[in-house]
């Protein structure tokens, strides 16, 4: 195998004329250390493989040319955030090589007048954001990863962000996209309006995750700063008053920027650093809201919520705890480690953070919870930190994000992860909600790939086949 990886590394370097780009690894260094490769069972990556650092399109296209012709697979790589949660990538053969896109980091336009920003795929979401604030400006694409994350990470994966709840998640924020396909053909889809023929066509290699071409740039919009953004946290004595609260705010026309459910232990987890417990937490569920716009409309909303939620005997809780969970939402992470939160429950060594995330409909979300807290309880190895759940309105869906803290170097804690996921996976299924909910399956979900999918899994790859018939991508 190593002869044939140097071959391939020869003719990879006659191809792309560049040496500095390309370099062999034991195991590509975006993927080190990753947490959730325990989880995920990754042995493939303890094996060598070849490693190449495009600079554009064209290099994409030079890449594949050789690929197809020494029987590899090829990933994509971003900043390797999504194997996090969902384990990660599988590739179809056991040759690999991997893209690491992160070389292509330009921001190539920014045009205020249509409030678009192009960017090579491989730009990271703090880069870019960075890049805004000085002129005035924004995009929502902001997912927790945002510091380590590229943007053709996050909107191949359709990431969902706090924002979401008003501008949707990464295929309604995208205008267009510049993919190359296995056969080495460059094709630009979209524009700058939401009226183009082809927006479908963009949705649909979105969601693909690399398994049909390699995305290399993309086009999305962005939004100038608010003139004000105010946040407000609100507790309630069950659930149903929550949703009840919220479905009301849809029903009035109340349009927040973002809206989460959270149960008392993702309070005390995330908004707790540095406040006191108080009385004002002797509730079992939480709204989370914030709002943004002129002064006087982001005072009216905010006031019309409280109304709302005194009819329904919620109470709002001191704003220093809503700015706090604001800080941490936003405030991004490089990998999930222990956070040094005030309860010392937590303060527990060589534990690190990791969650499930599933698609639950909002009326379904009593039901979910309430299984979820069953068996939680049989499970002793993992300190649970609650679940939040960001709000889609108005179609009334939620992201469940269920978290926990692991020790990964105990066989029996991970064992009882799995098996929590698996129980929280097949439940979800029961109820009508889904598994992709942030991204998609990866490895560690593969094996609920048919359930998740039905007969559409059979047309997907009928289109997969049509386009890569060489079977290169994953």
Known sequence: ??????????????????????RILEVPETHLNLYADKFGGRQILEKRYVVVRPKSASDVAKIFEVVKNFDYSVIPVGGATGALVS????????????????????????????????????VKIAKL??????????????????RQATIGGAVCTNAISPFSTKYGRATSIVTALQIVFPNGKITEIGNKTSFDNSIMLKDFFLSSEGRLGILTEVTLKVYP?????????????????????????????????????????????????????NSELNYAIFIFVSYSGSKGFVASLLNHTISLVKKRKGVKLPDKIAKNYWKNLTKGYALPVMRDVSNEELRVANLRYNSVRIGIPLHKLPIFLSYERKIRAKLDMLVYVGTSSYILLPQADSLCVSGCLIDDSSKIAVEQFKTWERKLLQKAKRIGGSLCAA?????????????????????????KRTLDPWKILK
Do not use: H
């Open 225 to 277: 700063f608010p003139e004000s953004r105010k946040v407000a946290m609100f507790g309630f004595k069950n659930i149903n008053s929550a949703i009840s609260t919220i479905i009301e705010l849809r029903n009035f026309g109340i349009q927040p920027e973002t809206l989460m459910i959270l149960e008392k232990e993702r309070v005390i987890y995330e908004a707790l650093q540095n406040v006191s417990l």
């Open 129 to 146: 954001q960075a890049f805004l604030k000085v002129r005035g400006y924004w995009t929502p694409i902001l997912p927790g990863s945002f």
């Open 439 to 463: 991204t998609g399956l990866g490895s560690m979900y593969n094996e609920f790939a048919v359930t998740e999918f039905g007969d559409s899994l059979e047309s997907f790859n009928l289109i």
């Open 87 to 122: 384990g990660g990538i599988l590739p179809t053969k056991n040759k690999v090589v991997f893209i690491d896109t992160r070389s292509m980091n330009k921001i190539l336009r920014f045009d205020p007048d249509s409030q678009t920003v192009t960017v090579q795929a491989g």
């Open 1 to 22: 195998m190593t002869e044939k990886i140097d071959i391939v590394e020869m003719f990879l370097r006659d191809k792309l004329k560049e040496k500095e780009i390309l």
